[in-house]
């Protein structure tokens, strides 16, 4: 029996797939908006959620189209596409969005949802951050490492919404690790900071983050790279802590040394990368405001060639 909240997830992969399946499995209206063999799976053997060691869930019968015009007006949308996709996302999901709809992006970066509101308007937007480990295994198979399913949104004004109350009552109901933040902007920010140092590091240095911290060198480099997007996080207003750079330099060494970014999962894959959104935003918000930003500067210049996937061609030995 499906409960009376529906909710629809653009980009159904492994963020959108694990928050949108657990929603369904704890018995609430879901539709999964995908394409290709993860549909074509998902409508034949439902989705399956694999956490091994920890258990799995299967969600035998999924609502799951291509086309959102077929979902109808919904109580909320998350977005959870990759970066680039957003515009197409944006322009995708207009026939879900009715006067009383919640749009919320769990994508990376914190220039995504103004995007949204140019769209839908400041009301309808909320502001959402995930913290998970998860990727497709292969067509209707997510995959997610660890137990860690975070997720943290809310109002931009700050307040506690009645509808930030009953999503937040939905994804505790379905086994999720959520709140309701009270200042969404910083928390955007934080994760942000976080991101930019991580894939900024692990993706130019091809090196999970033990190796990247314990080297004087580098570990240097990773902190200019966290210093730089804190001084333009702080520069259009966000409430950070001057010394918030360090804060998350002493995290970053209390993670697994094997920990990587998914831009370096992707670097390897020859995937598109997500440069642009990540250390390149910093570059062009500081520029916005006068804030110097060569580290960021560097990573996005390095990874030029990779920013569209696989490896550049027309290599010539050295002789």
Do not use: C
């Amino acid at each position: 029996m499906l409960i009376d909240m529906k909710v629809a997830v653009m980009g159904s992969g492994g963020l959108g797939g694990l928050y949108g399946g657990r929603l369904a499995h704890a018995g609430y209206d879901v539709s999964f908006l995908a394409r290709g063999a993860h549909l074509a799976a998902m409508e034949e053997h439902g989705l399956l959620i694999d956490n091994e060691p920890h258990g799995s869930i299967l969600i035998p019968h999924v609502q799951a189209t291509d086309d959102p015009a077929t979902v109808g007006v919904v109580h909320f949308v998350l977005i959870a596409v990759k970066l680039w996709d957003t515009e197409d996302a944006v322009r995708a999901i207009r026939p879900l969005v009715g006067p009383q709809t919640a749009v919320i992006s769990l994508q990376n970066g914190v220039v995504k949802d103004d995007i949204l509101r140019r769209e839908f308007g400041p009301a309808a937007v909320m502001g959402g951050v995930a913290y998970v480990a998860t990727h497709i295994a292969r067509p209707g198979v997510i995959r997610q490492t660890g137990t860690m399913q975070r997720l943290i949104f809310g109002e931009y004004d700050g307040s506690r919404s009645a509808r930030a109350e009953r999503l937040l009552d939905a994804l505790v109901r379905a086994g999720i690790q959520a709140e309701i933040s009270d200042d969404i902007r910083r928390t955007l920010w934080e994760k942000y900071v976080f991101l930019v140092g991580l894939s900024g590091t692990t993706a130019t240095m091809r090196s999970t983050i033990g190796p990247i911290r314990a080297n004087p060198q580098t570990r240097a480099f990773l902190l200019e790279l966290l210093r730089e997007a804190v001084a333009v996080g702080r520069a259009y207003g966000v409430n950070l802590p001057e010394d918030y750079a360090g804060e998350r330099l002493a995290f970053l060494d209390t993670v697994p040394p094997d920990m990587t970014s998914s831009m370096h999962h992707d670097l390897e894959r020859g995937n598109r990368l997500e440069v642009a959104w990540l250390s390149g935003a910093v570059v062009q918000l500081g520029q916005a405001v006068g804030v110097a930003t060569p580290a960021n500067r560097a990573v996005w210049d390095i990874l030029a060639l990779y920013a569209d996937g696989a490896a550049p061609a027309g290599r010539v030995p050295a002789s």
